[in-house]
């Protein structure tokens, strides 16, 4: 039944299970309504626009719901919804730390001044560049939390994040409980005291985290999207420190660092000490409309059968889920393991595996994949590169899937455009800034 501590959830869902009955007996919750004085409870949303009115076959009365919130199902003025008022769980102090690689100098600095800002409640930014090895520079913060017997959340805006942080966390703390959250995932209902959670999965917890992480802090949804920004400081306890790590830190983001005095940890370098690769661009004209007519446009085509013939895994980003959807056809023509994957695609977690597996040799895909994921000596190029969804961003977290392995620490990264933007400029120079930086 601890399950429910440092959640809020809708009764109706939990009703019938055994834990949650016995935490009713024993009045460890506490019920509130859904919507209470135009505020919906769950996502605290005030905005009138967002709620809709409706006559409910529930409660057989008008009733209002919350659309900003509907995607975690929905909460209407008749739900009711509980927190835990318990006594708190005894979370455990000893935690296995299984990680045996070695930390760079660097990395070891960035580990040292995180947990240094934690330990003093502080807010911190880690702006490490792709491939500077973020992750294992979590493993000794999160540890020295988890130790004081800390909850911990590690939050993204990305599912695709979350599927590949969740098994190397596993790995690391393998006596911990640790739990993956994400739309679809099969959540035991336990306590777990480090939680690997995309944002929106948020909105379910209240005063829950002791210590609150959030990864790939400038991805799509999050930078748009106030209700996510809220989850994160609702998610929290009021005093607890919020560490944000990226690649690419938004000028917003920035900004709100120096005036709240974080501390800060830049790592220019890749953990191997080998420069970032520099993105190559190649016009290509008509790109989408020679795909849509059944044609692979023949720069692309070479490409790809050099990616074949040298039997290296490819990763081949377009601007929309249409043009995965053409494009994924055509070059099954070529080889009958390229693949496809998007947002929606029920089969995404698989293909990815299949890829780094090498039981596939390349994947079309939309930005979904564009951070987070590691492949050794995945070549990657970008289809209409110019599209507007390839912000500098999201060019630099594409380059950044390059060359992330030791043992193959280049690749190649084309941009095929029509007519050069700005974003591609200043992802190109951003890179070769940053591989000029002096460490
Ligand atoms: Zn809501
Ligand atoms: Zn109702």
């Known amino acids: ?67 900003k919130c509907i995607r975690l199902g929905r909460v209407s003025s008749c739900t009711q919804l509980v927190t835990w008022n318990g006594p708190p769980y005894t979370r455990a102090i000893a935690h296995h730390y299984n ?42 913060p999160i540890v020295a939390a988890l130790k004081k017997g800390l909850r911990v959340c590690v939050a993204t805006p990305r599912t695709d994040v979350v599927l590949e942080l969740f098994p190397r966390f596993q790995q690391a703390f393998s006596q911990t409980s640790i739990q993956a959250l994400y739309g679809g995932a099969t959540v035991e209902p336990i306590f777990a005291q480090l939680i690997i959670a995309t944002t929106h999965q948020l909105l379910r917890f209240e005063d829950a985290f002791d210590v609150m992480i959030v990864d ?28 944000f790590v990226t690649a690419t830190p938004t000028k917003p983001l920035l900004k709100q660092m120096k005036k709240e005095q974080w501390g800060y ?32 446009p023949s720069k692309l085509k070479g490409w790809i059968e050099e990616r074949l013939a040298q039997q290296q895994p490819f990763l081949l980003f377009v ?24 947002a929606e695609d029920e089969a995404r977690k698989e293909k990815v595996l299949a890829l780094r597996a090498q039981q596939l040799k390349g994947l079309v895909t939309t930005t979904i994949l564009e951070r987070g994921i590691t492949i050794t000596n995945v070549q990657v190029a970008v289809i209409c ?53 002096r460490v």
């Open 1 to 67: 039944m601890h399950f429910l501590e440092g959640r809020i959830v809708d009764t109706c869902v939990y009703e019938h299970e055994a834990w949650f009955q016995e935490a009713v007996a024993k009045k460890f919750l506490v019920y509130k309504a859904g919507i209470i004085d135009g505020q919906c409870q769950r996502c605290r949303n005030t905005n009138l626009s967002f709620f809709y009115t409706f006559h409910c076959a529930v409660c057989e009365d008008v009733c209002t719901y919350c659309r």
């Open 99 to 140: 990680f045996h690689g070695q930390l760079t100098a660097a990395q070891q600095h960035a580990a040292e001044q995180i947990i240094d800002s934690l330990e003093q409640k502080r807010g911190h930014l880690l702006h490490a560049v792709c491939g500077a090895g973020k992750t294992e520079i979590l493993f000794q």
């Open 216 to 243: 790939e802090a400038d991805a799509f949804p999050y930078t748009y999207d106030d209700m996510l920004q809220q989850a994160v400081h609702k998610a929290k306890t009021p005093d607890a420190p919020i560490l």
């Open 265 to 296: 940890s830049f790592l220019p370098r890749r953990y191997h000490g080998y420069a970032l690769p520099v993105p190559t661009m190649r016009a290509l004209r008509r790109a989408a409309k020679q795909i849509r007519s059944g044609k692979i």
């Open 319 to 342: 601007p929309t889920v249409e043009l995965v959807k053409q494009l994924v056809p055509l070059l099954q023509q070529l080889d009958e393991q390229i693949d496809g994957v998007y």
């Open 385 to 437: 590169a110019d599209d507007a969804i390839f912000d500098a961003g999201a060019l630099i977290q594409i380059s950044g899937r390059v060359g992330r392995h030791q043992a193959y620490p280049t690749g190649d990264i084309v941009l095929f455009y029509d007519a050069i933007t700005l974003a591609m400029d200043e992802a190109i120079r951003e890179i070769k800034r940053l591989n000029e930086v």
